[in-house]
């Protein structure tokens, strides 16, 4: 992801910081991205749904607590990697707060060196939470936490820079469909499943087609530092079928789940939750080359992510 537009201050990605800084603890608080920490919530409420009456109240709790501290150290450690990366610098077209990231190391806010230290502190707490609950669980769950601390570090960081590769839709994909809803499960229930894999696997692709989207309005300083995702390497105009095939892979997912028994019939009751995705089309099939005009089918992409999960969740509980 970029940042803010317009290019670093000079010195700030190592600024110290100082005392207008000391008087700004809400940038800690700011670097994690707080409001796109729903969208680990699903992958919780999914895994819980497919433990049912085996969930541990301790075993929820420290799962939540995990699954939130696991997203906001990614989203720190990508701000991190893409300003070290020169993406941010380069970015002119970033559509805030949906692309961009943070944008505290462009402003001075927060330097590097603090945005990384912080990221690691987030990488460490979720492991001790971890290891709490590997000691109920089984230490087995530990590989689970151990895929998702690399992917998750690799997302966007050296030596793996996995979304320049052209992988982060499906890294998302495998932590926010998979990785998440099997620990979740593995965590409150004392065993792994493969129910979790099947029902989580419909929210990773809208996850996935989040990610997917965000990219359009950064694709130029992506570009320029190397970060060669789909979007950069197709062009706009091809690239814009990806996202609708995104939102028809889960649906898709989601029907062969339940009509294999995997899933309760009212699962599909999250199929109203991609509603958005059709005016969401629409607009990036319009606008793709004009970052500022997708601004609406951002939103409503967040709004379908975010639906699409939670209507899932209550599918599963029905």
Same mark, same amino acid.
Request: with cysteine.
């Given at each position: 992801?970029?940042?803010?537009?317009?290019?670093?201050?000079?010195?700030?990605?190592?600024?110290?910081?100082?005392?207008?800084?000391?008087?700004?603890?809400?940038?800690?608080?700011?670097?994690?991205?707080?409001?796109?920490?729903?969208?680990?919530?699903?992958?919780? $409420? &999914? =895994? +819980? !749904?497919?433990?049912? #009456? /085996?969930?541990?109240? @301790? %075993?929820?709790?420290?799962?939540?607590?995990?699954?939130?501290?696991?997203?906001?150290?990614?989203?720190?450690?990508?701000?991190?990697?893409?300003?070290?990366?020169?993406?941010?610098?380069?970015?002119?077209?970033?559509?805030?707060?949906?692309?961009?990231?943070?944008?505290?190391?462009?402003?001075?806010?927060?330097?590097?060196?603090?945005?990384?230290?912080?990221?690691?502190?987030?990488?460490?707490?979720?492991?001790?939470?971890?290891?709490?609950?590997?000691?109920?669980? $089984? &230490? =087995? +769950? !530990?590989?689970?936490? #151990? /895929?998702?601390?690399? @992917? %998750?570090?690799?997302?966007?960081?050296?030596?793996?820079?996995?979304?320049?590769?052209?992988?982060?839709?499906?890294?998302?994909?495998?932590?926010?469909?998979?990785?998440?809803?099997?620990?979740?499960?593995?965590?409150?229930?004392?065993?792994?499943?493969?129910?979790?894999?099947?029902?989580?696997?419909?929210?990773?692709?809208?996850?996935?087609?989040?990610?997917?989207?965000?990219?359009?309005?950064?694709?130029?300083?992506?570009?320029?530092?190397?970060?060669?995702?789909?979007?950069?390497? +197709?062009?706009?105009?091809? #690239?814009?079928?990806?996202?609708?095939?995104?939102?028809?892979?889960?649906?898709?997912?989601?029907?062969?789940?339940?009509?294999?028994?995997?899933?309760?019939?009212?699962?599909?009751?999250?199929?109203?939750?991609?509603?958005?995705?059709?005016?969401?089309?629409?607009?990036?099939?319009?606008?793709?080359?004009?970052?500022?005009?997708?601004?609406?089918?951002?939103?409503?992409?967040?709004?379908?992510?975010?639906?699409?999960?939670?209507?899932?969740?209550?599918?599963?509980?029905?």
């Amino acid at each position: 992801m970029s940042s803010l537009e317009g290019p670093a201050l000079e010195g700030t990605t190592g600024v110290a910081e100082g005392a207008g800084a000391r008087r700004d603890p809400a940038r800690w608080l700011v670097a994690t991205r707080p409001p796109f920490l729903l969208a680990a919530l699903p992958p919780v $409420g &999914i =895994g +819980l !749904m497919t433990a049912g #009456a /085996a969930a541990r109240p @301790l %075993g929820v709790l420290l799962t939540l607590l995990g699954a939130i501290l696991a997203h906001a150290a990614a989203n720190v450690l990508n701000d991190w990697a893409d300003a070290r990366s020169g993406t941010d610098a380069a970015n002119r077209h970033r559509v805030p707060p949906f692309t961009g990231g943070a944008g505290l190391i462009q402003s001075g806010r927060l330097g590097e060196g603090a945005t990384l230290a912080l990221g690691l502190a987030l990488v460490a707490l979720g492991l001790v939470v971890a290891t709490v609950l590997a000691m109920q669980a $089984g &230490i =087995g +769950l !530990m590989a689970v936490v #151990a /895929a998702g601390a690399l @992917l %998750g570090w690799g997302y966007s960081a050296p030596p793996l820079n996995l979304v320049g590769r052209g992988l982060g839709e499906v890294t998302v994909a495998v932590c926010f469909g998979g990785l998440l809803p099997l620990g979740v499960h593995w965590a409150v229930s004392g065993a792994p499943a493969w129910e979790p894999l099947v029902a989580g696997l419909p929210y990773g692709l809208v996850a996935a087609a989040l990610l997917y989207i965000n990219q359009f309005p950064d694709r130029l300083a992506d570009a320029r530092a190397g970060k060669h995702h789909w979007v950069v390497r +197709l062009g706009t105009r091809r #690239a814009r079928r990806g996202y609708p095939l995104l939102l028809l892979a889960a649906a898709a997912a989601l029907v062969i789940g339940v009509t294999r028994g995997a899933m309760p019939p009212s699962a599909l009751l999250a199929l109203v939750g991609l509603l958005p995705g059709i005016p969401a089309t629409r607009r990036l099939w319009r606008d793709h080359r004009r970052p500022a005009r997708l601004r609406p089918a951002l939103a409503m992409t967040v709004a379908l992510v975010l639906a699409f999960g939670a209507l899932l969740v209550v599918g599963l509980a029905l």
